[in-house]
């Protein structure tokens, strides 16, 4: 399968497109965009290309603003993290509350007397007494 030679081209008239009605023009309303153009002349600026004299203080400001953009992005979420943080200690303390007073309820005399009466342990009615060992018996 081999293309076949096509015939040459020639020079043949272009048909121009068709030129299509020009839009109405709508009636100019307030328009921020516009005031600022109308009256900052930012246009006259730019006449001659871009002034390359302002460069360095548009990349700087530029950088500024990035600066700044990144530093509230970080405080914003240092801030979520430290309420995320307080919230967990506030739990933590409420459940350190309720557990210290479980056990201070439980190491009462009368609770732990009542946790070993089914072992047998019994709560004694006298009150304990030393017993001394003269130096030479042992």
């Known amino acids: 399968m081999t293309k076949k030679a096509s015939a040459p081209r020639t020079n043949s008239v272009r048909l121009k497109p068709e030129e299509k009605a020009p839009k109405p023009k709508r009636a100019k309303g307030f328009s921020i ?57 506030e739990d933590l303390r409420a459940d350190y509350t309720t557990l210290k007073s479980d056990y201070m309820e439980a190491s009462k005399q009368s609770e732990v007397a009542r946790n070993v009466a089914p072992l047998g342990l019994e709560e004694s009615s006298t009150p304990p007494y030393q017993v001394i060992v003269p130096a030479d018996e042992y």
Do not use: Q, W
């Open 33 to 89: 965009f516009g005031l600022l153009e109308k009256y900052t002349k930012v246009d006259a600026l730019f006449e001659e290309g871009v002034p390359l004299k302002y460069l360095p203080r548009i990349l700087f400001l530029t950088l500024l603003t990035l600066f700044y953009i990144g530093n509230n992005h970080y405080a914003t979420k240092t801030i979520r993290r430290i309420d995320k943080v307080k919230v967990e200690t």
